[in-house]
């Protein structure tokens, strides 16, 4: 292998060639020399044993010039030299090191494929010294889609579907020095489109043919040497996986897009959800909302109550009415009355003027009164009698006010059990709970975790994305405080985080200490919070079977147990128990 040394405005480079190549200042150019005056094709240079044999292409000097070591020829600008040193690496091969890295480079900086996939077809097509490329998508429908063309022209027939077909169909290279005599000689597509030679291979990941790269010549061309059959085959497989990224991400997208256009406040959920508990609930909800039926909506603290009855506002006959939401636990009782139903002036110290309350303002709409639980008892009856008679009177009249309102409760709390307690009325739940609607906590649909928690980012940090550890943590949590919780916890660190990619650490820091952590709060698996907390839950359990065989006669449950009655009576008083002997 013999090196040339190329001279050119002061700049010596010196290369090992082993493969006939062109050198110039042509983008075609297998050797492209930047400072060269002319853009074109300097000379065809094709190594020998000893020599190496000139083309030029341009200059006074025609036919071949022979170049043995020591010698120079110059053309133009140009000077062309070969010297015996051995320690220079080849050049082809260092070209094709740098066309590859070069278009990796472009695909990690660029938004789209085009300027990536055009890159790939100009070194290709340069290295390959042909001036024509294309790359060609499959379509859904089985045809091909023209992505990215070079050297061809608006109205081109641009190539033989048969050859595209056979590329696909064997996912194997196709090459052809010339179309007269090769296979595809009486294709008239081919022939149409003064292709002589061609070279194809197919863009294949994972065993799917994506598409097929192409590149080719209306003149006549030496072939493809073995080692630029190995450059267009890593070529096409560095563009296959740039396709398949994009076409995974437009696919994802659309995926996600579908899923916000299907859930997030659409006409068929309020709720991001794939979960079945909940989709369940959601078409309960749309049933009653066209009804007149009353509705309790029950959940944890956080799942979305509010969001529900809203959704349910919207969609019933009462949605161009208001929307008012009060929360009944929040407010104390002495002042809840008066905002429910108003108070006319002086009716109680500080009433300086009349005020009307929520059941007048949301006059042909909606009331939600949540944590309905939590209301007192006087005012349970003053409810019922607004309920029934669709009248109210404001605190200090004695005047009825008409209102049309539908009123929707909710609570995190199970009424039924309120009422058999006796400190809520029956008849004021059988009035509300016409249908009760129950919202399943997060932690009993965690397939929701994962959506809940990109959405949630992408609207605090919309470049961000979470780690690997912090996605395993967050399906960990048990988040008591629901989609409340995990909303804080994203908005938290996506406000504290000083990069894009959100760790466990940003997620945890500043971390609001309580049952509703989560992460540290019951566990249901367990049957507690610790596992002594479960072993003491199964005795006492154990316990109260044992009470109940032995009729309340703790002595003899003591006996039924194994243990002493002084070890029963412990577990007892742990548990608060009397522990005085039943006669």
């Not at 607004?386 to 709390?413: C, F, M, W, Y």
């Not at 309120?418 to 059988?430: E, G, M, P």
Request: hydrophobic letters at 40%.
């Amino acid at each position: 292998m013999k090196n040339l040394v190329l001279l050119s405005s002061g700049n010596i480079r010196t290369l090992a060639i082993s493969n006939l190549v062109t050198v110039g200042g042509s983008q075609s150019s297998g050797i492209r020399i930047s400072s060269l005056k002319n853009k074109d094709d300097y000379s065809l240079i094709v190594p020998g044993e000893s020599e190496i044999v000139l083309h030029p292409l341009k200059g006074k000097k025609k036919g071949p010039v022979i170049l043995k070591v020591g010698e120079i020829f110059c053309i133009e600008d140009l000077t062309i030299g070969i010297s015996a040193d051995q320690h220079v690496q080849d050049s082809t091969k260092v070209s094709f090191i740098n066309d590859y890295e070069e278009c990796i480079q472009s695909f990690s900086g660029a938004e789209d494929l085009s300027s990536s996939m055009n890159l790939i077809l100009d070194n290709l097509t340069r290295a390959s010294a042909m001036e024509k490329g294309l790359i060609i998508l499959k379509n859904p429908k089985g045809g091909f889609d023209l992505i990215i063309k070079k050297g061809i022209e608006k109205n081109d027939s641009w190539l033989s579907e048969k050859l595209i077909q056979t590329t696909l169909a064997t996912q194997k290279p196709h090459l052809i020095q010339n179309v007269i005599g090769s296979p595809f000689e009486g294709n008239r597509s081919l022939i149409a489109s003064g292709f002589i030679s061609i070279a194809t291979w197919p863009l294949v990941v994972r065993g799917e043919s994506l598409g097929v790269l192409v590149i080719g010549s209306t003149k006549p061309h030496s072939g493809l040497t073995e080692d630029l059959r190995k450059h267009g085959q890593n070529l096409a497989q560095l563009a296959a996986l740039m396709l398949w990224f994009q076409l995974r991400e437009v696919k994802l997208r659309e995926e996600v897009k579908h899923l916000r256009q299907t859930h997030v406040g659409s006409n068929d959920s309020p709720f991001l959800t794939t979960d079945p508990k909940l989709i369940s609930t959601v078409q309960l909800a749309k049933q009653v909302s066209s009804t007149k039926l009353s509705v309790v909506i029950q959940g944890e603290t956080g799942v979305g109550k509010e969001l529900l009855s809203k959704w349910i506002h919207d969609h019933s006959d009462r949605k161009d009415g208001p929307f008012v939401a009060v929360n009944c636990g929040a407010i104390p009782g002495e002042l809840l009355e008066s905002i429910l139903f108003g108070h006319k002036k002086g009716s109680f110290t500080g009433a300086i003027n009349d005020q009307i309350g929520k059941f007048q303002s949301a006059h042909n709409g909606t009331l939600f009164l949540d944590e309905i639980g939590d209301l007192p008892e006087k005012l349970q009856v003053k409810l019922l009698r607004a309920l029934q008679e669709k009248v109210i009177e404001p605190l200090g009249s004695n005047k009825p006010v008409p209102i049309d309102v539908r009123v929707i409760a909710a609570t995190h709390k199970t009424l039924s059990q309120l009422v058999q307690q006796k400190t809520f009325r029956a008849d004021l739940y059988f009035r509300l709970a016409e249908v009760v609607v129950v919202i399943p906590p997060l932690r009993d649909r965690p397939s929701d975790i994962g959506p809940l928690a990109t959405e949630f980012l992408k609207s605090y940090l919309p470049e961000g994305r979470l780690s690997t550890r912090s996605w395993n943590w967050l399906k960990s949590r048990e988040w008591r405080g629901n989609g409340r919780e995990l909303l804080s916890s994203i908005k938290r660190a996506a406000v504290l985080s000083t990069k894009l990619e959100i760790e466990i650490e940003d997620l945890t820091r500043g971390e609001p200490i309580g049952p509703a952590t989560g992460g540290e709060g019951l566990k249901p698996w367990l049957g507690g919070e610790t596992l002594e907390d479960a072993k003491t839950k199964f005795i006492l359990s154990k316990v109260e079977l044992a009470l109940q065989q032995a009729d309340g006669q703790r002595t003899k449950a003591a006996e039924l147990l194994g243990v002493t009655p002084r070890t029963l009576f412990r577990y007892l008083e742990n548990k608060g128990e009397d522990l005085t002997e039943p006669s």
